[in-house]
């Protein structure tokens, strides 16, 4: 069965830097293209970020434009969200998930890693 | 953008009653939605997708519906598990893909 499992959040200051994980498997992770969601502590879903199967398009929410990279490494089955200059506002719990191409967003989501910037 | 108001942002219900959120898009997305439902603690879990075609496992009790910018969940009968947050989620225009604001359904 399809499973994802998001590792890499902790506690860290403003402007520094956290890489999120997200290990794939139960499906062919080189088919599909990938997403980032957040949640603030007591907010709603944000979308963060999104890669093609193959990382030939990355696109990014206006929020961590310039900051957040998406990337993947299709061999080892792993989503990847290098975070840099990290904001208080990116406190949150970070969720990947597989898109479904026609259907969007699909299930199930990975299980969650929590992020804390704080000083 | 396309944005996605969704309402109401909370409501209170008792078990067995039938329940109606909404949401609205900002422009047509034909019939690209999905609702989520989210239980404290938890990932969100799809339960609709293509706006009305019911995702494996979930209970008939859930349907939705709806086209172009007005698109509606129903829960038909209300069971203690329902008791959650529920969004709504564009993909027709992106990025970015865009999330209702949730609508919190609590025991009266």
């Known amino acids: 069965q399809v499973q994802l499992v998001e590792s890499g959040g902790g506690v860290v200051q403003p402007g520094g830097s956290l890489r999120l994980s997200c290990a794939a498997s139960?499906?062919?992770?080189?088919?599909?293209?990938m997403h980032w969601v957040r949640q603030a502590p007591g907010k709603g879903l944000e979308w963060v970020a999104f890669?093609?199967?193959?990382?030939?398009?990355?696109y990014y929410a206006d929020s961590v434009k310039g900051r957040f990279t998406i990337s993947r490494d299709n061999s080892k089955n792993t989503l990847y969200l290098q975070m840099n200059s990290l904001r208080a506002e990116d406190t949150a719990v970070y969720y990947c998930?597989?898109?479904?191409?026609?259907?969007?967003?699909?299930?199930?989501w990975g299980q969650g890693t929590l992020v804390t910037v704080s000083s | 953008d396309i944005q996605m108001t969704q309402s109401p942002s909370s409501l209170s219900a008792s078990v067995g009653d039938r329940v109606t959120i909404t949401c609205r898009a900002s422009?047509?997305?034909?019939?690209?939605l999905g609702w989520y439902q989210q239980k404290p603690g938890k990932a969100p879990k799809r339960l609709i997708y293509?706006?009305?075609s019911l995702q494996s496992g979930v209970p008939s009790r859930f349907s939705g519906s709806g086209s172009g910018t007005e698109f509606t969940l129903t829960i038909s009968s209300l069971q203690p598990e329902d008791f959650a947050t529920y969004y709504c989620?564009?993909?027709?225009?992106?990025?970015?893909?865009?999330f209702g604001q949730g609508t919190k359904v609590e025991i009266k």
């Open positions: 998930a597989k898109d479904s191409s026609w259907y969007g967003v699909d299930d199930p």
């Open positions: 139960g499906f062919t992770f080189s088919s599909y293209g």
């Open positions: 890669i093609r199967y193959d990382g030939s398009n990355k």
């Open positions: 422009q047509g997305i034909r019939n690209d």
């Open positions: 293509a706006a009305s």
């Open positions: 989620l564009q993909h027709n225009s992106y990025p970015p893909w865009t």
